[in-house]
Every structure is written in structure tokens, then in C-alpha cells.
């Protein structure tokens, strides 16, 4: 019996869902309208390195972005994605449009939120760090700041799968000890 627990332990060990939280990284640090390619000439614009999050499930490919910040765009932001490409290059949009949030519609700065499906294929191009959020703005159709997604901690297990791998092994605890008893 304590053989058929382990290795049931071990099994759904194997199959855990895991999740990670990633955070907005602006390559060169100083702002996100050089990160553009080509680069676009919006002086003071930029994606907020550090604030906001995203979360990511590696297994079932959900990705929520919250509270991603944009400030200080040459006009109000038309609309906001992902994009996959390497850090030097323009890559393409994929995934659904995010949300733009502003105080009002004429604001050049505010946050951008979504919640999606983005597969096995966009969870293994985030893991290589090709994953970005582009804003545009109307001068700047293609994209006026932009901002690489960088996983930030490791992928560890659900909070439900550890509780399933903790319950088996508080299961063969006690049947060892009840074996103990006899």
C-alpha cells in the first residue's frame, strides 16, 4: 500500500499544473518607445517597469495581464496586444487586443489588463522571452512603447495540486501509522 501511495504522490507531482508570475521588462531600462523596431520618437513615453503583473499557466496556456502601466504617450493609446518576437525584432501580434484602461478617453496614460488563451506555443515563446505588450497610439500605429514579458520566479506547483500531493502523503501517513498500531 505504501508503494501505491508513493508512487501516486510522485504521479500527480508529475502532472501539477504550473504557473509563474511574470513581470514587464523594458529592454535598456529607459523606456519603451526605443524598444520599438525601428524605435519611434515619443520622448517620455513608457511602459512602467515593476508595476502591474501578469500570470501565466504554463500547462493550460492562460495568460492575465493586471494593471500594466503606459504613461506619457504623444497621444491618447488607439489599442494595446501581444506581440512575439525577439527584442530586435518588429514580431507579429497574436492573442486577443488588451484592455486599455484611462480616466478619461483624451488620457495618454493609464493601464492595460486582459485575460487569455495563449497555448502551449505562446507559453513556450514566453519562457524564450519573445513575448511583448505593444501600445499604439494614431501616430504610432504600429506600436508608440513596447515591453518584453520576462518570467520573474520559477513555475512552481498550483496551490490545489500541492494540497492533492499533501493529502496523499497525510493518507499514507496514517495508514503507516494505523499498520505501526497493530
Do not use: H
Not at 64 to 76: D, E, G, H, M, R
Not at 97 to 113: A, V
Not at 116 to 138: C, D, E, M, R, Y
Amino acid at each position: 500500500m505504501k508503494k501505491v501511495l508513493i508512487i501516486g504522490a510522485a504521479t500527480a507531482s508529475a502532472f501539477a499544473a504550473n504557473a509563474a508570475l511574470l513581470t514587464v521588462d523594458i529592454a535598456g531600462g529607459s523606456g519603451g518607445p526605443a524598444n520599438e523596431v525601428p524605435a519611434v520618437t515619443a520622448p517620455g513615453a513608457n511602459i512602467t517597469k515593476g508595476l502591474g503583473f501578469a500570470y501565466v499557466d504554463d500547462v493550460g496556456g492562460g495568460l492575465s495581464i493586471q494593471n500594466i502601466q503606459f504613461n506619457n504617450l504623444t497621444a491618447p493609446a488607439t489599442s494595446a496586444w501581444l506581440g512575439n518576437g525577439t527584442v530586435t525584432q518588429a514580431g507579429v501580434p497574436f492573442g486577443t487586443p488588451l484592455t486599455i484602461n484611462t480616466l478619461n478617453p483624451l488620457s495618454t496614460s493609464g493601464t492595460l489588463t486582459s485575460v487569455q488563451n495563449i497555448g502551449s506555443l505562446g507559453v513556450a515563446q514566453l519562457k524564450a522571452g519573445n513575448v511583448f505588450i505593444n501600445v499604439s497610439t494614431p501616430g504610432n500605429p504600429t506600436g508608440e512603447v513596447r515591453g518584453q514579458l520576462v518570467v520573474g520566479g520559477t513555475f512552481v506547483p498550483e496551490p490545489s495540486e500541492t494540497a492533492a500531493v499533501v493529502g496523499l502523503g497525510l493518507a499514507g501517513f496514517a495508514l503507516w501509522r494505523r499498520r505501526q498500531a497493530k
